[in-house]
């Protein structure tokens, strides 16, 4: 299995109302150090439906301004129907939906 597949198992497993990081992706991928290889990852999903890349958001909880989807303002639209909170300032409230992996 190559990376960006091992990356793609990952990402099909955050849970509905919950986001990862990339570097949390990169850790459960098998590489602490792919956390730049799992945005490249995501930027060409070949599944859009079935790896819900959108639920994967920076260290500190902001989204992607270039989200290959249609922009930042989709992926927080996305994220906002699957029930995940913001803070006032426009990050994803981590403390409340980061999903641990197990």
């Known amino acids: 299995m190559n990376s960006y597949e091992r990356i793609y198992e990952v990402v099909r497993r955050i849970p509905r109302g919950t986001?990862?990081?990339?570097?949390?992706?990169?850790?459960?991928?098998?590489?602490?150090?792919?956390?730049r290889v799992v945005g490249y990852a995501l930027h060409v999903n070949p599944d859009p439906e079935g790896i819900p890349c959108y639920r994967v958001v920076d260290r500190e909880g902001r989204t992607s301004r270039?989200?290959?989807?249609?922009?930042?303002?989709v992926q927080r639209a996305l994220l906002e129907a699957d029930g995940v909170p913001f803070l006032p300032d426009g990050r994803v409230d981590l403390s409340a939906c980061l999903w641990e992996g197990l």
């Open 66 to 73: 270039a989200f290959a989807f249609g922009g930042a303002d």
């Open 19 to 35: 986001v990862a990081t990339y570097g949390l992706v990169a850790r459960l991928a098998g590489n602490p150090r792919w956390a």
